[in-house]
Every structure is written in structure tokens, then in C-alpha cells.
């Protein structure tokens, strides 16, 4: 991996970076800037920046901590091409969690917007059970989706896993965006979202009218 700026530091400051590095990108849970010199200084986390970079990495600031996650550009990537897309059941039953622990506080004011997805309301496998999916179909989704964390178990019920923490502040608001259009599409925020999302797909005039003036 070729990073001039790694390259051009101090063997000791190398290695703080490249530990900084690894530590976001293994860590289930925000990396404390305290614990890692390359994330405490600002020069440093510069660094850290763009050797995340070179992967497709980004780093992301997270409950007052650091992790790592893909960068838009690859995340649609790697969608279109269908890496890491989830099987259909899968997809269906983490919809349901993103539903109800989530978008539904959420919208009700129960949780405040900017706390983490992780910190939402625990659902139930009962609660899930009475939206038509059978006990099958579940157990097998919920136990996947929990080995790769994307759910977690706790006494109350499931709530989503740590690789939500992992999500860019644009990928997170594109999905609670689509939530939003799937829980309430008749609501005054859905349609203004369908019409903001026209208004990005219509191409922008290549020049405004100008006023032809006759040639004196």
C-alpha cells in the first residue's frame, strides 16, 4: 500500500498509525481517541485517513469514538455487484427490526434522533412472529443475522448489531429514508422525500437562457 504520507513519518509514528488502523477496523465498538495516539492527534488521524483510503476505507466518527466502514463509492459498488447483498429472509427480518426498534421510536419521539441505532428499542421474537413470518424463516434469519452482527440479542428482545455503528452518515440517512417510504409512504415527510429524490434525478440545464441581443 503506497501512502506517501505514512511513508514520510517516523518509524514510531508509523507504527501508532498502522495500530490506529487496525484498531478501527477490527474493534466491534468505537475506538476511544485516548487509546490511540494516531486518533488523539489531528495530524496523525489525517494519516489515518488516507490509508483507509487506499482500501476504500473511511473513518468514521462514532459516539465519541472511531470505526471504520466502506466509502460510498465502493458501498454502491459492491451492492451492484451484488457482494454482500443479504438473502431475502434475511433482508425481510432485519427490515422488520430496523422497523420497530428504530424507525417507529423514532417517528414517535420515544428516541431522540441522533442517539445510536444500536441504543434502539428491543423487539420482541414474538413481536416479529405476528408479522406473518414463519418460526422457521425466523430463526434461521435471526440466527445469521446475529453471526454477523447485524442483530443483537439482549433480555428484552433484538435490537441491530455493531455493523450499524460501521455505517457513513449518507448510507444511514438513505436507509431511514427507505424506511420512512415503507412504514408511513403516505405520510407529508415521504412525499417530501419522493419529490426531493425527483428533483436529484432530473439533470440540472447544461446553461440558463440568456438573452440574445441583436449585433449592433
Given at each position: 500500500?503506497d501512502?506517501?504520507?505514512?511513508?514520510a513519518?517516523?518509524y514510531?509514528?508509523?507504527?501508532?498509525v498502522?495500530?490506529?488502523?487496525?484498531?478501527?477496523?477490527t474493534?466491534?465498538?468505537p475506538?476511544?481517541?485516548a487509546?490511540y495516539?494516531?486518533?488523539a492527534e489531528?495530524?496523525?488521524r489525517?494519516?489515518?485517513?488516507?490509508?483507509?483510503?487506499?482500501s476504500?476505507?473511511?473513518?468514521?466518527a462514532?459516539g465519541?469514538?472511531?470505526?471504520?466502514?466502506?466509502?460510498?463509492?465502493?458501498?454502491?459498488?459492491?451492492?451492484?455487484?451484488?457482494?454482500?447483498?443479504?438473502?431475502r429472509?434475511?433482508?425481510?427480518?432485519l427490515?422488520l427490526?430496523?422497523?420497530?426498534?428504530v424507525a417507529?421510536?423514532?417517528?414517535?419521539?420515544t428516541?431522540?434522533?441522533?442517539?445510536?441505532?444500536?441504543?434502539?428499542?428491543?423487539?420482541p421474537?414474538?413481536?416479529?412472529?405476528d408479522?406473518?413470518?414463519?418460526?422457521?424463516v425466523?430463526?434461521s434469519?435471526l440466527q445469521?443475522l446475529?453471526?454477523?452482527?447485524?442483530?443483537?440479542?439482549t433480555?428484552?428482545?433484538?435490537?441491530?448489531?455493531?455493523?450499524?455503528?460501521?455505517?457513513?452518515?449518507?448510507a444511514?440517512?438513505?436507509?431511514?429514508?427507505?424506511?420512512i417510504l415503507?412504514?408511513d409512504?403516505?405520510?407529508p415527510?415521504?412525499?417530501?422525500?419522493?419529490?426531493?429524490?425527483?428533483?436529484?434525478?432530473?439533470?440540472?440545464?447544461?446553461?440558463?437562457?440568456?438573452?440574445?441581443?441583436?449585433?449592433?
Amino acid at each position: 500500500m503506497d501512502v506517501p504520507a505514512l511513508e514520510a513519518l517516523s518509524y514510531n509514528r508509523r507504527a501508532d498509525v498502522r495500530a490506529a488502523v487496525c484498531a478501527v477496523e477490527t474493534a466491534a465498538l468505537p475506538v476511544r481517541p485516548a487509546h490511540y495516539r494516531a486518533l488523539a492527534e489531528t495530524p496523525l488521524r489525517v494519516v489515518v485517513e488516507q490509508v483507509l483510503a487506499a482500501s476504500g476505507r473511511t473513518l468514521l466518527a462514532v459516539g465519541g469514538g472511531y470505526l471504520s466502514g466502506y466509502t460510498d463509492e465502493i458501498r454502491q459498488r459492491l451492492a451492484h455487484e451484488g457482494i454482500g447483498v443479504l438473502p431475502r429472509d434475511d433482508r425481510a427480518v432485519l427490515t422488520l427490526i430496523l422497523l420497530f426498534s428504530v424507525a417507529i421510536p423514532r417517528a414517535s419521539g420515544t428516541t431522540l434522533p441522533d442517539q445510536l441505532w444500536t441504543l434502539g428499542t428491543p423487539v420482541p421474537r414474538d413481536q416479529l412472529k405476528d408479522c406473518q413470518v414463519s418460526d422457521v424463516v425466523l430463526t434461521s434469519a435471526l440466527q445469521r443475522l446475529t453471526n454477523a452482527d447485524l442483530v443483537r440479542r439482549t433480555k428484552a428482545g433484538y435490537v441491530l448489531g455493531n455493523q450499524f455503528l460501521r455505517l457513513t452518515p449518507t448510507a444511514g440517512a438513505e436507509l431511514f429514508e427507505q424506511l420512512i417510504l415503507l412504514a408511513d409512504p403516505d405520510s407529508p415527510l415521504a412525499e417530501s422525500l419522493r419529490r426531493r429524490r425527483t428533483l436529484r434525478a432530473v439533470p440540472m440545464a447544461t446553461a440558463p437562457d440568456q438573452k440574445v441581443h441583436d449585433t449592433p
